[in-house]
């Protein structure tokens, strides 16, 4: 069980029995402040939580160790915003923060006097590592991820090793499988890439698969199943998924470039054979060295 300093300064004994009670039954760093945040009381987790910094913490800010201890100067002054509330209203507070790999769940609780005003505030800080998401987390993760999932300007999707759809977004569904989410699981992803580019696709699928490697590649899309395509350009990189390789896809549009590209080419090509019909020559020259290329 933790010990404290039992230096409780509130000259009441008819609280200062339940507020230690208080302190006492928690496990994680809790003080008792006043409304400055200067700590009056602390119990043993606390006390380890600062002993690093060699000072006294009775008596010392706790907003400002704290925000020392997590690196945040925003903290002290977003506690003082939340204490202030509590203070007005005797409700208690729960504030809940993610920095720096750490989730911090600060729950801030009112200490009535026996005139029921507040006075006092006894503030737990827990801290756990990220990877035990609380439910804020979750829900911030999965905004995040309908945002992707709505998107149509680029298309996204997660094959497994075999090149099986697992995940996808509108831009992939719609625009270029034209499949209904029930048949989207499980397809094979490779079908629409077109035939001439298929071995080409799958070989660098591969390659991010076995060498952990990311890929970029330019290949004709056929929509709905074809014969009509699309230029996409994919960026492609390995994922891990219940302990299983799979490859996490982003498809960019390049459809507009290529025209402008295949337009040049033929652009120079009829260039050339106009020249040629009136037997002119044709140069390229480096115009660095001087030399004819």
Known sequence: MPKFSKKIALGMTQISGLVTALLDSNDDPASLVDPAGTILDVNGAGTDRFKTLGIDVIGASLYELEASAQKSPEYGTLMREKADEVLLTGNCLRVEEERGG???????????????????LVIVVKERLSKQLSELHVQKVYAVYQTFRETRSHSFSILDANGVMMEWNKAASD?????????????DGFTVIHPDDRAYEKEKFLKVLELGIEEAIEVRVLVHGGPEYIWRMFYGSRVTIDGKPCVFLIGIDITERKHVQDELVESRK?????LEATHAGIWEWDLTTGDCV
């Open 175 to 187: 625009t270029l499988f034209g499949k209904s989410e029930e048949v989207m699981l499980g397809f």
């Open 270 to 274: 009829r260039f050339r054979q106009a």
């Open 102 to 120: 750490k989730i911090y769940n600060t729950a801030l609780t009112p200490v009535f006097l026996p005139d029921r005003s507040v006075t006092y």
